[in-house]
């Protein structure tokens, strides 16, 4: 012992000379400086040693050395090097006598302590020490690092001294001890009980600082639980009115703002002195917190007139801070003028407050055009949507500099996205109310795509982010699906103006392929509306649209199908079919489901025109037959590359389309493969031809205008060919992915069919191709079973609305057992007839009978059918499943398909197919510059969701994901507040009772009961109150039901320590 | 509440980190890393504002790991976290936090609140930071800072105490400050009672002399802060009383 005495002593005597060895701080930042010049490795390496420096300096007994070296540590940690392995010697540096090295420790355990419970217990006694110091700033650090470092068990520990200190003498100390005080609560709610009143006595106290900290303390409270210092609202309303302090002033405001949640009554009592304090001030500030308090506070009522007279004057208020143009009043500024339009939207047409609004939305302040653009959607109306989008749309190009070339910065990936789902969301709003034009809203659509995804100025594939990518690819997809759904006759105007482009073009799927599920969608699901209108007046034009739509339909087709054709010719770069080369390896699962699905749809509606541009009562020619083999081949050939994929999904699917589409191709062919061959080597063939050209092309290095015009050449050549030679080729030319060279396709296209309906109708059906018939199973079963049912808009709740059938009785027992045995075997040979092998027959056989007889034996069988299906259970009769059905969704037969009363089972067979889509019941049609949209459909009379359309849901994500911090922080501070809670409920909502009694005019009597009955309610609640957020609610809950109470009784809740209370609060209230 | 104050200079250079909530080493760089990004990319005269959603600050639920720095992987795990708990929207907004700043010269001067401070209270409280610390240092500038971090920290320490202001009058802070600082020197002189007093006053004169020769750059701060801030400041800080 001696000997170490001894030893520091020596150390100490020595350290002068030892200077050389011990580096101070100042060298440390020095040596920082110095080494992070040369080179971040040899920063990196100077950490090192200067870290076992430390380490060393630590391990003397020196305290001067050892508090050196945390300090230094201390320096370090602000660089991210954890010094937790430090703490003992922290404490030890903390408990030196000497005020300079106390003052390190101190800073160290402030910088650095992480709730490391067993040092802290034994900082505990330090902690103690300090705080009963004689030296005040001593005391001083003490509650420093108390109110920074406080866990559960100090705070229970050291509260009695930290206590104390509220009533030291020193108003600084006071002032300190007051916000460590809110510490220990945080941590020990006890302690808000057992000290309330001496809290609350120091907002007498004589010192401004002293009643500013304790107010700061109770605001921070409030806003966790608000109704425990409800009651002392005249105290803080008189300190409010006697202060000129104007940070005090602010923090009342703050209170309020929490207070009024709970205790609505006070705003008449306050909100006049707010409004005059508002007027009267010069401080900006001051005026901002008045307006917000009454703002946020919710003191304004919207259908008051008065009110809507204040909210007028703050709006005035807030213009007049706006006239500064100083940013930062801008900012909070726009923060309340939001809250204030949207309680009272008639002070919109201020046009002050638009014009201002819309000049800041194209201000250059990213962070103000944010603010501007959440006021957007309350300024929005039918007649200024137009320019609102427009200006939007202007935030999304990038901004110019002065040399008119697009400035490099880009506009923020965040800022992107929420201009495009705000624009989406202005537009959508109220069913779509506001849009004065559907398609210049698709062409809005289209350009936030574009602008937002594929900004022309930079490279900027990588500069927004995957995610962001998709939420706007989600967002613009499900829009036109919305759109396509609600709004019939935009379907054309959709599907030729983004559709057809958006499948041939490649930067989608590689930037954004979640979007090919919207498109390939809407392709499915609305491919027979491919429109050309303005076509459509006379005979001749009407089969020249069809031919456009024919042409559109199949070279969509082919982009997504034709992949083979690449394979064969062995291209690897400059592929014909670049998309449905890489559809095959899409990783997106998602949209490979879509795709399988909407395959067949398209096909199924390549079909249907062929019909009715071909058909010959069902029956097409032998080439066309042919070629819609080939086409079904195709399919086939591309659906089976996912045969083996690894996503479930789209294996499932696409094997069962493929088992039934082989079974299609087997009808049309019968096993006889040779034409199609015939015709996939004539597309080969032309393929290789058109590389061969091109590659001409390039070597003589022709001109883009001459490309297209041999390219025109080419194809009118080809057509002209293909109508002599009655095959068709051309079909193919038109799947090249280039636009251009596929609009003149499409043209040479329809030139063709023309001709090929000229010579046909010229030398009738019989000459050169005799009719074959399209079996049953690709036409009307297929048909009807993809288009049966229109998609409707559905309301988002209306499916849990859905009555229950009222003749439904699941308790009744249809079929007796014994009956249920003669049944199945019937059943199981109905399956086959129904399905295939009457299909089969009928494919067959009825290319050999006339067409009367075709119909007249389908009736004959019809008939027998539904006498043998008269007991058959597995079955209902017509009749029954009609009510049936109208009970539940009553469907409106819109297209009626031609076998819709053929059998129960084609319907059945639909239905399931269609299952899984809304249903619909009623369509309510909203009239709006001569388009209809569809409203959402609602099931019986209770009320669906609060307008959501099916596109809010991305946006609401969206905007999640923008304010997802903000709670972050709460975790913290709610848990204790949890704990906090639970005394403050249930001893001091008494207090705020007795205010009310004293405001209810006829107390007395029966009280006991009353309030016992309450009583007992709000402790059954803290009980139950484990999280924070029950116990918030909970306690709402139990204050508006005894507020409840005291409306319809006149009476408050009062309890045995109400009487002792009341005193006091009669006192409080005079003043 | 305050949640952080922080200064680094026009290079991110951390100068100052304060965080009032527990915070990993770790997670403060990233949160640095962030807010300097933030905030360096906007030029002056605009707001001193910023809503700072991407800002990963954890609470005391260890929930919310580290942050890995990559913004695009925050905005995945947030999207995740975030989807189940919809009906969150209305705290959202209450104790949403919001960064504010002030750029003096070289330096930042960062705030972390969140919605129960007054944002344009807390832009004076900036001002009231650095104008103490101007006082404590006679004309701050960067290199202060940097050598006497300690005592930034001190000053910081007399204005805002666990997150809560503590006090907004600058003559009361910086006379806390010069009683601290007193105190700390007749402790420290008590340690050289021991040596020799020659070899004390060497030792003085070295520390000074490392302490004035560090250097040159850096800019003087108080000039600026002084006129431009005043400027700034007074136009709608009338009436705010820290300077009485």
Known sequence: MSFQLQNSEVLARLKPFGILFEKSLTDLIKGIRGHSKESPESLLQFFDTVIVECKNELATSDLETKAMAILKLTYLEMYGFDMSWSNFQILEVMASSKF????IGYLAVIQSFKNDQDLLILATNQFKKDLNSYNHTEIGLALSGIATIVTPNLAKDINDDVVMKLSHSSPYIRKKAMLAMYKVILQYPESLRANFQRIIDKLDDEDTAVVSATINVICEISKKNPNIFVGYLPKFFSIMNNTSNNWLVIRILKLFQSLSKVEPRMKKRIMPSIVELMTKTNAYSLIYECINCIVSGDMLSADSSRDQETGKLCLDKLLLMFAKSDYNLVFVGLLTMYKILKKFPALIDDGAVRSFVLAHLGGNDIIIKEKALELCDLLVNEDN????????LFQLMPPESLDGKPSPKLIPERLRVSIASKIVSIASSNNY???????WYVAVLKDIFNLSLF???????????????????????????SLCIKVPSLRPTILNQVIIDATQDTRILEVCPVFLKYIYWIIGEYVDEIEYVGYDEE????VESLGLKLSSQVSIFNTLVNCQIDISLKRTSKKHFPISDKLRFLADSDVLTLLIQALVKLYSGILNTYLTLYGVNGELPRDKFIQMAYFLSKLINFLSNFEQHYHYEVQERSLSWLEFLKLCLEAMMGGDLAPIRELELEDLEYYKKLQVSE?????????????SDSDENLISNMSLNESVQSEEPEVSVLATDDLETFELAAEGRALALLNDLQSESGAKPETANELESIPMLLHPILSSMLKSHEIRPVAKNSQSNVPFPEELDLERQIVHSEELQGFEDEAEDELYDDTYIEEQLSSEQNSILPDSDVEREEARRKKERAARLQDDPYYLKSDEKKSKVSAKRKPKPLSPSPDQTRSPL?????????????KSLKSKVLKKEKVMVLDDEVVGNASPAPEEPVIKKPQKKTANVFKIDASNLEGFDLESSAKETTPGVDEYNIDLDAIRKLLAEDVEKKLKKKSKKSKSKSDTKTDAGKSTKSTKTDSKAGKSESREELVSNGEGPGTEIKTKKKKKKRAVIAD | MIQAVLIFNNHGKPRLSKFYTPVTSAEQSTLLAQIFQLVSDRPAGLCNFLDAPGLVFPGGKSRRGVAKGKSKSNA???????????????????????VIYRHYATLYFVFVVDGGESELGILDLIQVFVESLDRSFENVCELDLIFHFDEVILVLAEIIQGGLVLETNITEISTRFHEAAAQRKASASSVKEILPSSLASIAADTANGIRRGGPPGGGRLGVSTGDNVRNVAGRWLQGLGFGA
């Not at chain 1, 949507?385 to 939007?392: C, H, P």
């Not at chain 1, 930079?458 to 706007?472: M, P, Y």
């Not at chain 2, 975030?82 to 919001?98: A, F, K, M, S, V």
């Open chain 1, 539 to 542: 005979d001749e034009t009407k």
């Open chain 1, 385 to 392: 949507i137009g320019e609102i989008v427009k200006k939007l």
């Open chain 1, 433 to 439: 109310s506001n849009i004065p034009n559907f398609k």
């Open chain 1, 455 to 481: 900004p022309e100025s930079l490279v900027a594939d990588n500069l927004i982010s995957f995610e962001s990518t998709k939420t706007i690819a989600n967002l613009i997809g499900n829009e036109y699906v």
């Open chain 1, 100 to 103: 300079q090295q106390k003052r």
């Open chain 1, 906 to 918: 084609l319907l059945s067979l639909a239905e399931i197919g269609e299952s899984k889509r809304p």
């Open chain 2, 76 to 98: 995945l795990r947030r999207l995740n976290e975030y989807q189940p708990d919809d009906e969150e929207g209305e705290n959202d907004e209450e104790d949403e936090l919001r």
């Open chain 1, 695 to 707: 590659e001409l092309e390039q070597e003589l290095d022709l001109e883009n205008s001459s490309d």
